[in-house]
């Protein structure tokens, strides 16, 4: 069986598993994540700790699957997720208004971004977006979005990139 799968998800204090017919929903002190039920997986709950098993041995990797995404619904309705972006170029610069992020990113016109539901975006300076919110997908995916607006380029390093992220620099063309 997937190791994976066989790793129990903890659920700290303040955090409710159900587990409806369709789907499995987790409620914690930062909101509610729900995932539809997969058919041949089996999710039970005992003194705190929830537990996976596959009815069918050509479902075990699925199962793995399953528990990570429930744990990380875990974790996010808990702590919650995060993804730094920082812009980096000359003028490259972030600001909010009001919801929505405006990025100039040495476009002829300002980029604005509107918040998706679920998601905050704060700019602590102004060449970092921090992306915050309870579901894992979503924050990455925004982040993507954000990052593909001008991804960095290979030369000066120029960009829209995740915090720690490193560029693999080019060497010029020789004349």
Same mark, same amino acid.
């Given at each position: 069986?997937?190791?994976?799968?066989?790793?129990?998800? *903890?659920?700290?204090?303040?955090?409710?598993?159900?587990?409806?017919?369709?789907?499995?929903? @987790?409620?914690?002190?930062?909101?509610?994540?729900?995932?539809?039920?997969?058919?041949? @997986?089996?999710?039970?709950?005992? *003194?705190?700790?929830?537990?996976?098993?596959a009815n069918d041995a050509s479902l075990v990797a699925l199962t793995g699957t399953v528990r990570a995404i429930l744990a990380n619904m875990v974790k996010g309705v808990t702590e919650g997720f995060e993804?730094?972006?920082?812009?980096?170029?000359?003028?490259?610069?972030?600001?909010?208004?009001?919801?929505?992020? *405006?990025?100039?990113?040495?476009?002829?016109?300002?980029?604005?971004?509107?918040?998706?539901?679920?998601?905050?975006?704060?700019?602590?300076?102004?060449?970092?977006?921090?992306?915050?919110?309870?579901?894992?997908?979503?924050?990455?995916?925004?982040?993507?979005?954000?990052?593909?607006?001008?991804?960095?380029?290979?030369?000066?390093?120029?960009?829209?990139?995740?915090?720690?992220?490193?560029?693999?620099?080019?060497?010029?063309?020789?004349?």
């Amino acid at each position: 069986m997937s190791r994976v799968a066989k790793k129990p998800v *903890n659920l700290p204090k303040g955090v409710e598993l159900n587990i409806q017919p369709e789907s499995v929903s @987790v409620k914690g002190p930062k909101g509610t994540l729900s995932l539809a039920k997969v058919a041949g @997986v089996e999710i039970t709950v005992d *003194n705190g700790v929830a537990t996976l098993a596959a009815n069918d041995a050509s479902l075990v990797a699925l199962t793995g699957t399953v528990r990570a995404i429930l744990a990380n619904m875990v974790k996010g309705v808990t702590e919650g997720f995060e993804r730094k972006l920082e812009l980096v170029g000359v003028g490259y610069r972030a600001a909010m208004q009001g919801k929505d992020l *405006n990025l100039s990113l040495g476009f002829s016109h300002p980029v604005l971004f509107v918040a998706p539901e679920g998601i905050t975006i704060s700019t602590p300076t102004q060449t970092e977006v921090l992306v915050q919110g309870t579901d894992k997908q979503r924050v990455g995916e925004v982040a993507a979005k954000i990052r593909g607006f001008r991804p960095p380029e290979p030369y000066k390093g120029k960009g829209v990139k995740y915090a720690g992220e490193v560029i693999i620099r080019k060497e010029a063309k020789k004349a």
